[in-house]
């Protein structure tokens, strides 16, 4: 199993967060996770994460935002 790194990106102004976890994701090894934390839910990234080879989880946070757990595609 790899390692799980963090991006939060919660309380940062646009486009910053996805610039965060856009670069968070080129260091991404194949067993390794990310977990992007994000004050809302980010619909723009789901449509790179899967052009791009990579899976991804989401589910709401205790804070009203959400916490996107992403891997790369087996």
């Given at each position: 199993m790899g390692e799980t790194?963090?991006?939060?990106?919660?309380?940062?102004?646009a486009?910053?967060?996805m610039e965060r976890v856009l670069e968070a994701l080129?260091?991404?090894?194949?067993?390794?996770?990310?977990?992007f934390l994000i004050h809302r839910e980010p619909y723009?990234?789901?449509d790179i994460?899967?052009?791009n080879g990579f899976?991804?989880?989401?589910e709401p946070?205790?804070?009203?935002?959400?916490a996107i757990l992403i891997r790369?595609?087996?």
């Open positions: 790194r963090t991006v939060d990106g919660r309380n940062l102004p486009p910053e967060p080129d260091g991404l090894g194949p067993e390794d996770r990310l977990r723009p990234l789901y994460l899967r052009r899976a991804y989880q989401a946070a205790d804070d009203g935002g959400f790369r595609s087996r």
